[in-house]
């Protein structure tokens, strides 16, 4: 039973584009979601993260939307570039635990 | 950003060998992870550790695997014996602070089990 969810699997957007991920996750308990981004052959490396006290969390062309009630959360990349294709994945901590991963959403940015 | 770096990028090994996992974390950073992702599926948590202790194991850390940092050296994963089931790639984590810290991955370490 997958405890945090991505979807989609893969995602292709133009360059300039807003590319939309998307995280559910189940238990009520998690309060903290960073966001990682992975190229190949590296390893996740923190993009961005929010703590459930706050519904939207911006740095720079990234946003997070939270929705606690629904227990989701978005990650979106504004005005995207080439060099934003990579593995993007969604983790769920509850205070002093590990991380609990998604599945990763493949993002390709077109030219 | 901060550095994890891990040692060996690629293992191979007979099952039921000894294997050592090395990890080297970022400087001034106190809590320390494993996890393991195998083709296909999520990257999963292993293990954190915290002042020469164990803080808190998942169920796929089996009997067989130990985790240790002496001396402030390297953080080490150790497999014994290994089965073909712990193929998988492991990455280290390091943090700064325990209770939702921000954690830093290393490239991880490709393990074959033949």
């Known amino acids: 039973q997958q405890q945090v969810r991505q979807s989609p699997q893969s995602l292709t957007v133009w360059e300039g584009e807003t590319a939309i991920l998307n995280c559910s996750y189940e238990?009520?308990?998690?309060?903290?979601f960073p966001w990682y981004q992975q190229f190949p052959g590296e390893g996740p490396a923190l993009l961005i993260s929010?703590?459930?006290?706050?519904d939207k969390k911006e740095d720079g062309r990234f946003t997070i939307f939270f929705n606690k009630r629904e227990k989701k959360l978005s990650l979106h990349i504004t005005d995207s570039q080439p060099g934003d294709s990579a593995t993007y994945f969604c983790?769920?901590?509850?205070?002093?635990?590990?991380?609990?991963f998604g599945l990763g959403t493949r993002v390709s940015v077109f030219p | 950003g901060p550095k994890v770096l891990q040692i060996p990028s690629h293992q191979i090994i007979d099952m039921g060998q000894m294997v050592t996992l090395n990890c080297d974390p970022v400087?001034?950073?106190?809590?320390f992870y494993w996890y393991k992702q195998i083709l296909g599926q999520q990257m999963e948590f292993l293990v954190n550790?915290?002042?020469?202790?164990?803080?808190?194991k998942s169920k796929l850390f089996k009997d067989q695997f130990s985790v240790e940092r002496p001396d402030g050296s390297y953080f080490t994963l150790k497999i014994q014996p290994t089965a073909l089931e712990d193929s998988a790639v492991y990455f280290c984590?390091?943090?700064?602070?325990?209770?939702?810290?921000?954690?830093?991955f290393g490239p991880g370490t490709r393990l074959t089990v033949l």
């Open positions: 929010i703590r459930s006290v706050s």
């Open positions: 238990d009520s308990t998690f309060n903290y």
């Open positions: 984590a390091s943090s700064l602070a325990g209770g939702l810290g921000e954690q830093y």
């Open positions: 983790a769920a901590e509850r205070y002093a635990q590990g991380l609990t």
């Open positions: 400087s001034n950073h106190l809590y």
């Open positions: 550790f915290y002042n020469g202790k164990v803080m808190e």
